[in-house]
């Protein structure tokens, strides 16, 4: 059975960085899709990137490009999203999620396993 957890949010101030984790279990998962979502208080879920295990391809939506970095430790079956220079409008609940396409989905609908979620609060 597949277990994601994530780890690593917390309260951090406007223009700080934060890494969150997410550990992974229950599969080899050098063949799945990899993704990182957020969700803010009263809006909807959101793709925010993604990584394609085997091969370290990453994807980002535009909002976090080059602030947002997605790496995986193999040894470890562990995902990371590290967040830098971070702004207000990225606290959410943050949330990796698997998949065993061989693209990045872009969707919730694309993912059929997901970790618990943890929180990330930018202070202004």
């Known amino acids: 059975q597949v277990q994601l957890v994530e780890s690593g949010g917390g309260l951090v101030q406007t223009g700080g960085s934060l890494r969150l984790s997410c550990a992974a279990s229950?599969?080899?998962?050098?063949?799945?899709?990899m993704g990182w979502f957020r969700q803010a208080p009263g809006k909807e879920r959101e793709f925010v990137g993604g990584i394609i295990w085997r091969s370290g391809s990453t994807y980002y939506v535009d909002s976090v490009k080059g602030r947002f970095a997605i790496s995986r430790d193999n040894a470890k079956n562990t995902v990371y999203l590290q967040m830098n220079s971070l702004k207000p409008e990225d606290t959410a609940v943050y949330y990796c999620?698997?998949?065993?396409?061989?693209?990045?989905?872009?969707?919730?609908?694309?993912?059929?396993?997901w970790g618990q979620g943890t929180q990330v609060t930018v202070s202004s």
């Open positions: 999620a698997a998949s065993t396409a061989r693209a990045v989905g872009l969707t919730v609908a694309d993912y059929a396993y």
């Open positions: 229950g599969r080899t998962f050098s063949s799945y899709t």
